[in-house]
């Protein structure tokens, strides 16, 4: 059973509108949690992350929110680019992390 | 700067064939991941390590073995390959430190087998 769920499998946007990207997880232990981009023939690379004890973090045009209560987070993309086009997999987890399906963003000039 | 290689690209096996996996990385990684990534399955960890001759196991270990004889390899094995194995495999690695360090991948070895 998966412990964390992207369920949107894709997501298009218009370039400079806000991509907002979600996903839920199921153990309330996890305390770390993280946002990877991955393009084509190209593995993961790490693009932000939260640990339990905030519930915001920002870093540039990407902000990660986190909602303990509701076993949420979600990505935010402010304003969207044509080269954020790609796949976001979030992760959870404290010791062992576990990714979550993928979300295809398309970012339409 | 390389970061984490994988070794090969690409390969077409036939069922019970074995095959190893190299992954390499020169960061002085500690710890270092063995995930395949299925359609609609996103990454599962196969194997782990954190640190040179020891590993363990991840959320789908079946079928493979794994060895972490010098710090900077992790090889993955298939002793006799079947269908279900048939994956994009992703090596990573990451600092021992904070939890939340970020692992750093590989490009991905794409596997097929007959």
């Known amino acids: 059973d998966q412990q964390v769920k992207q369920n949107s499998p894709s997501l298009s946007v218009q370039e400079g509108r806000i991509s907002i990207l979600n996903c839920d997880y199921t153990n309330s232990m996890f305390d770390y949690f993280l946002w990877y981009k991955k393009y084509p023939a190209e593995g993961p690379t790490f693009l932000i992350s939260i640990s339990s004890i905030k519930d915001k973090n920002e870093d540039g045009r990407f902000t990660v929110f986190l909602n303990k209560s509701a076993k949420h987070l979600s990505l935010h993309i402010v304003p969207s680019q044509p080269g954020d086009s790609a796949v976001y997999f979030c992760?959870?987890?404290?010791?062992?992390?576990?990714f979550g399906t993928g979300t295809s963003l398309t970012v339409i000039p | 700067n390389a970061g984490v290689t994988q070794t090969p690209k690409f390969r077409v096996l036939k069922t019970g064939q074995s095959m190893t996996l190299l992954c390499a990385q020169d960061?002085?990684?500690?710890?270092m991941y063995w995930y395949r990534q299925d359609p609609g399955m996103g990454l599962r960890l196969i194997h782990y390590s954190v640190g040179e001759g020891t590993t363990a196991k991840g959320e789908v270990p079946d079928g493979y073995n794994v060895s972490r004889l010098k710090k900077q390899n992790f090889l993955l094995g298939l002793e006799s390959a079947a269908p279900s194995q048939t994956s994009v495999y992703f090596c990573?690695?990451?600092?021992?430190?904070?939890?939340?360090?970020?692992?750093?991948f590989g490009d991905g070895t794409r596997l097929s087998i007959l």
């Open positions: 960061m002085n990684h500690e710890y």
């Open positions: 992760a959870a987890g404290s010791n062992q992390f576990y």
């Open positions: 990573a690695s990451r600092f021992r430190g904070l939890r939340n360090q970020p692992q750093h």
